[in-house]
Nanobody, 116 residues
Framework: QVQLVESGGGLVQPGGSLRLSCAASGSTFSFNAGGWYRQAPGKQRELAARIFSGGSTYYTESAKGRFTISRDNAKNTVYLQMNSLKPEDTAVYYC??????????WGQGTQVTVSS
């Protein structure tokens, strides 16, 4: 069993920055891919960014150029650096990890609010 604990959300003004963290703990951890998803009120959960075991990354159009996903192997932590935040980035952000055995885990979500 793997537990994911997210942190770093909060209230920020438009144009500001936040860094989300997703720390994984539990039994054998064989990372295959990690990602950050977000869900705005009244909308479906959508992917923002993804990182793969080899280090390659993928960003959706809304995140490209503003968000950076990274991973610290020693700390079993996936990060999402978000810059130039916009009100439309307001959502609950969820961390997702897929292990080498195919099992998938989700974090509890962290609220990001972009408002003046």
């Amino acid at each position: 069993q793997v537990q994911l604990v997210e942190s770093g959300g909060g209230l920020v003004q438009p144009g500001g920055s936040l860094r989300l963290s997703c720390a994984a703990s539990g039994s054998t951890f064989s990372f295959n891919a990690g990602g950050w998803y977000r869900q705005a009120p009244g909308k479906q959960r959508e992917l923002a960014a993804r990182i793969f075991s080899g280090g390659s990354t993928y960003y959706t159009e809304s995140a490209k150029g503003r968000f950076t996903i990274s991973r610290d192997n020693a700390k079993n932590t996936v990060y999402l650096q978000m810059n130039s935040l916009k009100p439309e980035d307001t959502a609950v952000y969820y961390c997702n990890v897929v292990l080498g055995n195919g099992k998938e885990y989700w974090g509890q979500g962290t609220q990001v609010t972009v408002s003046s």
